[in-house]
DNA sequence: TATTGTTATACTCTATAACTATA
DNA sequence: TATAGTTATAGAGTATAACAATA
């Protein structure tokens, strides 16, 4: 009887001993010490800022979208999108065809405040980068597509 | 006049350029969709779970670093705190020397729930390392340290 | 007198239920 | 009749202020 030599998760977890776990822990810490290095955005709550995030990232989202992105019920958001509104941060619009559904999205104002907010993040890890040796950074750089494949799976 | 050749921050920032950026989205991206990665822990709020995961992570706290490391104030902690003692999820003991300070630690109770939540997590991140090449997962496993050592610059 | 933590109270945020407008 | 969103009300969660115990 032949042996199989198609490559099972066990077996790789095996020879990958480990990986997933430091792999874990180290990208859990680094986007909590990136999380913490925030300024302007400090008087939003999570969710608010939350909200910003997901519509720098996604576009134009309705409220139920919204709703069901951030998982909280829709009269929920409704008074967050309200809040941000006040604040001058989000833009309500109909939707076209139906009269129903509430377009939101950033104002110029709110897409300045979300780039402030990479712009700190981006450059605290870059002094932290220049720390490193040039190989380090090459791997990082080989890292951070494959990261990003990881988070899409 | 010599040109000063001790690399700075912009020079590095320009060499690797985009490297702060796309690391940054990636191991956040990657990050969320761990934290969406949860089940057993579903009946505890934000808080509740990150009082478990600071308490693993740093062993046993008083009260007053707990509020600082959550960053709440001392009331809304000790209410957090009897919550989970309700639950069987954490331990109150005195300081010793010290009558006015309550230390905090884990439940044995705890510890099965994080270290569930945490097998949870690398059951489905090893799934998809799986579908990398050997190549690939070997720059994950020379990525990992770097992360962690640049979360704790 | 200063510090750690708790209790009492008010405020904020979220959820559920009922309602309006549109499909 | 079903769906998207809002309004009204009740329920958690947090903060501020006042207090008790210890240093």
């Not at 996604?58 to 951030?70: K, N, P, S």
């Not at 890292?143 to 988070?151: N, Q």
Request: proline content about 5%; overall charge positive.
């Amino acid at each position: 009887m032949l042996k199989d030599v198609t490559p099972n998760t066990a077996e790789i977890a095996r020879t990958d001993a480990g990986l997933a776990s430091t792999l874990r822990v180290s990208v859990m810490r680094l986007a909590r010490r990136l999380r913490n290095e925030r300024d302007a955005e400090d008087d939003l709550t999570p969710n608010q800022l939350a909200v910003l995030g997901t519509l720098a990232r996604c576009g134009a989202l309705t409220i139920g979208e919204l709703a069901g992105a951030e998982k909280v019920q829709p009269p929920s958001m409704t008074r967050i999108v309200n809040c941000l509104v006040d604040k001058g941060l989000l833009q309500r619009r109909p939707h076209p065809g139906d009269k129903r559904v509430v377009v939101v999205s950033l104002t110029d104002e709110a897409r300045a405040v979300v780039l402030e907010s990479r712009r700190r993040k981006e450059a605290w890890l870059n002094k932290q980068l220049s720390e490193l040796s040039l190989a380090e950074r090459r791997i990082l750089r080989d890292a951070a597509p494959l990261l990003e494949r990881l988070s899409q799976a």
